[in-house]
């Protein structure tokens, strides 16, 4: 197995930029005139998908819920298994626009097991096959969330 190290520079600014107090799934899913900007293709009744803003690969989506809830045990039935649903869902469709074959799917929950943003839960689905190649990272998140709304339908 070959191990490949992700050069992903653009993170630095969400690192330098984490605002203690301010949730950007909250922030973002208050506005859904704003969906395409916010990076949201999808939406349902309990969770919804919104794109890595600094994504480590090429397709790297998170499901959260609308509920800020920061542990996975306050999860009701209903939101886990849309969230699930919308991972396999989100999984094809990354899958027919990037090519991407390998995935890492997981919760980060609290800060020692990783989590960027502690208390707002939210699965991320990362392929680890794609690399982001493109210039304009902002239009092309845009873009891509265009994209993944029609492969949703």
């Not at 506005?31 to 969770?47: A, F, T």
């Not at 794109?51 to 939101?79: C, Q």
């Not at 707002?120 to 190649?133: A, C, M, S």
Request: hydrophobic fraction near 45%; charged fraction near 30%.
């Amino acid at each position: 197995m070959e191990f490949k190290i992700v050069y992903a520079p653009w993170r630095y600014r969400y690192i330098k930029n984490i605002k203690k107090g301010e949730c950007f799934l909250c922030k973002a899913v208050a506005e859904p005139s704003r969906d395409d900007e916010n990076l949201i293709p999808l939406r349902g009744r309990h969770v919804f998908l919104i794109l890595n803003k600094y994504p480590y690969t090429w397709g790297h989506v998170m499901v959260a819920p609308y509920r800020h809830i920061s542990r996975f045990e306050e999860l009701t039935d209903d939101e886990w298994v849309e969230m699930v649903a919308f991972a396999k869902k989100v999984m094809d469709a990354v899958v027919a626009l990037t090519g991407a074959q390998d995935f890492v799917i997981g919760i980060n929950v609290g800060r020692a097991a990783g989590a960027g943003l502690e208390d707002h839960i939210h699965l991320h689905i990362i392929p680890k096959d794609t690399e982001v190649k493109v210039e304009d990272l902002e239009t092309a998140l845009v873009q891509l969330t265009r994209d993944l709304r029609k492969a949703l339908r």
